[in-house]
């Protein structure tokens, strides 16, 4: 049985800096040889793809409103992923969501990513 946790969400002032963190067991594979991604959604809008990290470690970015402020991280024998979120402002609030991707490489396509987490909230306050 798959399990993705996210962690670390929680309330930050506009300007402020947070780190949210995934953790990924029970993978058929390795989970090095998965991408994985980081997503999220505001109430009443769809879900978003913000940053995909491929098998070795390539980024690819998905949503221009958080390049430059928001870096995503893997480490490979502890099982994590890592979003660094830098200069958040009030429309970065939204649930975060973790997944991992059926195939080593990216995808755009959300229907590309079988496993997710329960996602935790994220709160940028002005």
């Known amino acids: 049985q798959v399990q993705v946790v996210e962690s670390g969400g929680g309330l930050v002032q506009a300007g402020g800096s947070l780190n949210l963190s995934c953790t990924v067991s029970?993978?058929?594979?390795?989970?090095?040889?998965?991408?994985m991604g980081w997503f999220r959604q505001v109430p009443g809008k769809e879900r978003e793809e913000l940053l995909c990290?491929?098998?070795?470690?390539?980024?690819?970015h998905y949503l221009d409103s958080v390049r430059g402020r928001f870096a995503i991280f893997r480490d490979n024998p502890k099982n994590l992923l890592i979003l660094q979120m830098n200069s958040l402002i009030p429309d970065d609030s939204a649930v975060y969501y973790c997944?991992?991707?059926?195939?080593?490489?990216?995808?755009?396509?959300?229907?590309?990513?079988?496993?997710w987490g329960q996602g935790t909230q994220v709160t940028v306050s002005s």
């Open positions: 997944a991992s991707g059926k195939y080593r490489t990216c995808s755009p396509s959300e229907s590309d990513f079988p496993y």
């Open positions: 029970g993978l058929p594979l390795y989970f090095s040889q998965y991408a």
């Open positions: 990290i491929n098998w070795v470690g390539d980024t690819t």
